[in-house]
Structure formats: C-alpha cells, structure tokens
C-alpha cells in the first residue's frame, strides 16, 4: 500500500476535513504525518517546495506530486476508497452537496481570517469593523444552513457535512464566545450528534 505525506498541523480546520475523510474511508494507514507550524507570515520551506502557495494541508502522493488545496485532497481521497463515496459523482445532487462543502469552507475562511486578524496583526492595527464584517458573514451563513440545508445535512455524513462539522469545531476552539448554538439550535443539535462519530473524536483539537 503506498504511502503519502499529509503536511498537517492539529488546529487547522482545513486539515482535520482531510483527517476526518481519512478515518471515515479507512485510509488513515496510508498517511504520514508532517506536522508544520506556519501562520501567512511564516512559512515552511519543504512545504513551499511543491506547493508555493504555502498553505496546509497539502497532500505529497508516493510519486512526489503534491496536491493541495483541502478541497482536492478530499476529491482525491473519496477517489481512493471502495465505500459509499462522499460526494455524489454526478448529476444535480454533486453541484448542490459540492455549494453546500464550498459554503462550509468559507466559514473556515473567516474564522481563520478572524484568528489571524484578531492575534497574528499587530494590536495597533486590528480593524474591528472588519472583524465584525467576517462575524456577520459567518452568522448569515449558519443562519442559512440551518433554515434551508438541514435536511440534506443531516441526510448523511460527507464531504458537506465533514466540512461544516470542522467549521463549527473550529469556532468553537477560537472563539468560544461566539454563540452559534443559541441563533442556531437545530444545528447545534446535529453538531452534538456528529461531533460523537469516532472520526470527529479523534480529531477533535485540543488548544
Ligand atoms: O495563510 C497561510 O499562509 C497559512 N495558513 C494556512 O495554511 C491555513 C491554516 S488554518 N490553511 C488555509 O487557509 C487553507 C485554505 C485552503 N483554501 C484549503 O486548504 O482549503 C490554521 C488555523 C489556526 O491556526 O487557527
């Protein structure tokens, strides 16, 4: 069985999706593990080499090619596996599940967006009005999801619902104060039940 390396750090949402998709489809055997520590200001050099963008994660195949971004990897992976896949291959349901992962990842976006502004920017020059802009983005989000996408969540647990279980894990490990579960309770309450597959477990980040 081939080998590949995933560069990876714990806290990252985007990561844990690839992690997530790993144990669901029983492939966490394949994977190294190379943990970086990197923010946009600084990078990893051998991570850089194969993708310049130097974002995580990036996945290097045992034939060197690397591919990135989380979105690829977890195409890639769902290609790899014999089970039931976690995107549907064609037809209207893909465009839809694929909006609905699209959406997920663009919660992460801003709450990474958020992080970084709000604790890698120096203190003198933290823009609250953008801070708030990204917060409302995420709100108008899950407020969407939660009136029109709950059933199909709900409906089974893919690459959609993988990414907006990281999203809303992520929320809550860098702004616990958020308070998504009370504009959100339905979804809150689908998170409670997800949150206790052994994929999210053991992927769950820890501070
Ligand atoms: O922006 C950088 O140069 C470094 N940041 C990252 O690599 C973040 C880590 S999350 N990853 C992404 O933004 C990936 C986004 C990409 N579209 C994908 O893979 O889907 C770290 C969060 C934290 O430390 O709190």
């Known amino acids: 069985m081939s080998t590949m390396t995933l560069f990876h750090a714990p806290l990252s949402p985007f990561v844990r999706k690839v992690m997530v998709v790993l144990h669901e489809t029983g492939q966490l055997q394949r994977v190294q593990l190379h943990t970086v520590n990197i923010s946009p200001v600084s990078g990893d050099a051998q991570l850089n080499q194969g993708n310049p963008i130097g974002k995580i994660p990036a996945l290097r195949l045992d034939d060197g090619t690397v591919l990135h971004d989380s979105r690829v990897i977890c195409e890639y992976l769902d290609q790899q596996h014999v089970g039931q896949p976690l995107l549907p291959r064609e037809g209207s349901a893909r465009w839809r599940r694929m909006t609905l992962a699209s959406q997920a990842d663009a919660i992460m976006d801003a709450a990474v967006s958020s992080r970084y502004e709000s604790f890698l920017r120096p203190e003198d020059k933290r823009w ?38 990281c999203a809303l894990g992520y929320l809550d490990l860098r702004q616990p104060e958020f308070g998504w579960r009370e504009r959100q309770p339905g979804l809150a309450a689908w998170y409670a039940e997800v949150s206790l597959r052994p994929s999210m477990v053991a992927t769950a980040p820890v501070a």
Do not use: M
């Open 128 to 165: 609250g009005g953008w801070l708030e802009a990204q917060a409302e983005k995420i709100r108008r989000s899950l407020a969407n999801l939660e009136q029109e996408h709950l059933a199909e969540l709900a409906s089974g647990f893919d690459l959609a619902a993988i990414g907006l279980a």
